[in-house]
């Protein structure tokens, strides 16, 4: 285990998830605000430009948060199908946890904290439909990486990750 993650939350009293650190507004010192301000975009030229420029590419799901976390979409599950993140009794469950409980249809994924109506079924259909070609990769860790045109993964600075998403591991 990282003593990174442990120390952050001592030291600046920031917010985990899932063991996780977060960011958060008023949170921490001075640094660990204006560290928040940069990810935010603050007072950039181009405010998007950080959350433009880098991309989740996940390889054995096992450090990327299914709802959370923007690895299928642009955008997380929990934003693109928010009605069934609210209903969701694993909010924090991992890309990895998600699949091998079965995210097919009918898998053992998708508990309900209440019977689904049909219109809520239909976007269960649709989230099934984008997971149906992804495939976790078991060698491969979950990574940050740059867009095309930008610097390669190794000259991207591990550094990004606490930038674009507040991801501490």
Known sequence: ?????LILKNSFKVKTIGGRVRFGEGVGSIWWRQLNH?????????PTWLVDNIVRKVGDGS??????DAWLLDVPLAVSFSRLF????????????????????DGGAWRWRRRLFAWEEELVGECVERLANFVLQVDISDRWTCYKGQPSQEECPSG???FLCGLVW
């Open 63 to 68: 450090n990327t948060l299914f709802w959370e």
């Open 38 to 46: 940069i990810r935010a975009g603050v007072g950039l030229a181009e």
């Open 86 to 105: 609210e209903l969701s009794e694993n909010k924090n469950v991992t890309v990895r946890e998600m699949c091998l409980l079965g995210w097919e249809a």
């Open 160 to 162: 990004y990750r606490y």
């Open 1 to 5: 285990m990282l003593i990174l993650p």
